[in-house]
């Protein structure tokens, strides 16, 4: 019997593939799409890298950080599905070893799932996955899946996706069910509700999420300028989730540039000064004419702000950071309050540093243009994470447009 939620779900997929002139996010997209139409809690995209032949999560949607894992054709119950080439409803998940008896995969898995295969004319390219339907997945859905992942699986097939895995970068900071709560009068109001994170050195992390929902607040907390509720927050593997007042200190001095929307300069002291007086209050500084270079001011050195532009001081304020050579650098909606070019400017800076300096950049902004250029970007969505997606191909700053 043919499914009257197809039609619907197909045109919106095909519609999204043939607008998106980004696979990636396409794909975040398409699993959403999915979750909706299906009526179930999460979802991931699974794809053969053809490099190390593991599979990889390329797009998921729900409350979890999944993105970059991976497993083998020979290594768990995706692997095996993968294999079988035959889609599987999983009604119980906890009676399945494989997935039971994983820490990760039953955590991903939930509890009840269905795993299709995605499949071109020729071969099994990936898998989708989805998680936690009310009273369990059925024929239909199967069906639908079948169908749909055909679609995605070609447009795969014909665009190509060509990502170099990641499996031994170790997380840098991790988030884990971190939770921040806030008294706002009388009550207490949960702002960040359970939120997972790997933060990976070298890497440029986008943030979204609509106004309200909890970027500023998760950034400080990672900047350790605000601390947690509940649960954890690690540095390095180090817990951090509750540092005394000297080792927060050190730790924001030690691992923490932060660029934020205003540009706080010292209105009496030039460019150069600017950026010598972080220098000189930091552990190991970088010239700081080297940082101006960087940012595309070493002719205007001499500058005050009064007689810079917006995106020129935002770009000495960036100079002050990379003169820190702090490990991670937070930027909190740093183009704002610029216009276009300035504002491409600014990006330009952020791209040097993290491509040339392999500096962990995380910036928070509402452009979602501006999240092509990131390696990965997660959304926020009432203080959970609503979905992750890796860019495999990030466009360079030079090339976004809004
Ligand atoms: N120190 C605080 N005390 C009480 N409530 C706070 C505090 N900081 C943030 N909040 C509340 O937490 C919620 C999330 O704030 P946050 O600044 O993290 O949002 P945001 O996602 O950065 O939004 P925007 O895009 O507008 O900057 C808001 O409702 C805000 O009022
Ligand atoms: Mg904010």
Redesign the pocket.
């Known amino acids: 019997m043919a499914d009257s939620r197809f039609v619907s779900c197909a045109w919106q997929i095909m519609d999204e593939l043939s607008k998106s002139d980004q696979l990636e996010s396409s794909l975040e997209t398409c699993i959403k799409i999915l979750t909706d139409t299906v009526g179930c809690e999460s979802g991931s995209i699974w794809m053969r890298n053809t490099v190390d032949h593991r599979f990889y999560i390329v797009a998921s949607s729900g409350n979890a950080d999944v993105s970059g894992t991976s497993t083998g054709e020979d290594e768990s119950f995706i692997g095996k599905i993968v294999k079988s080439e035959q889609s599987k409803i999983v009604d119980d998940c906890a009676a399945v070893p494989e997935i039971a008896e994983d820490k990760f995969f039953s955590t991903l898995f939930g509890k009840n799932a269905i795993l299709v295969p995605l499949r071109t004319p020729l071969s099994v390219i990936g898998c989708l996955q989805l998680n936690n339907k009310e009273g369990g997945f059925s024929e239909a859905d199967q069906g639908l899946l079948e169908n749909c992942g055909a679609l995605i699986a070609l447009d795969v097939e014909d665009k190509g996706l060509s990502f170099s895995p990641n499996k031994d970068r170790k997380p840098l900071l991790q988030l884990k069910n971190v939770i921040k709560e ?3 009068g009388e009550e207490m ?1 949960r ?1 960040l509700k359970g939120i997972d994170l790997d933060v990976y050195e070298g890497e440029l992390l986008v943030v979204l ?12 907390i990672i900047g350790g300028m ?1 601390q947690l509720s509940e649960g954890q927050f690690l540095v390095e593997g180090k817990d951090f989730s509750h540092p005394s007042e000297q080792e927060l200190t050190q730790y924001r001095r030690d691992y923490i540039g932060f660029i934020f929307q205003s540009y706080n300069l010292m209105p009496n002291l030039n460019a150069l000064e600017n950026v010598e007086f972080i220098a000189e209050i930091s552990n190991h500084p970088r010239d700081p004419m080297e940082c101006l270079e960087l940012v595309g001011l070493k002719e205007k050195w001499n500058r005050y702000p009064s007689a810079m532009s917006g995106g020129q001081q935002q770009r000495v304020c960036i100079a002050r950071v990379i003169a820190k050579e702090p490990k991670i650098i937070l930027a ?2 740093p183009t704002a309050a610029l216009d276009y070019e300035t504002g491409k400017g600014v990006l330009k800076a952020i791209e040097n540093i993290v491509k040339n300096d392999k500096k962990t950049v995380i910036m ?1 902004t ?1 452009n979602v243009e501006i999240a092509k250029m990131a390696n990965r970007v997660i959304r ?1 969505r009432n203080g959970l994470i609503s979905s992750v997606r890796i860019n495999f191909n990030p466009l360079t700053a030079e090339d976004l447009v809004w």
């Open positions: 806030f008294m706002s109001r702002i999420g609509e106004s309200g929902c909890g970027k500023s607040t998760m950034l400080n605000d909190d909606e928070v509402h926020l």
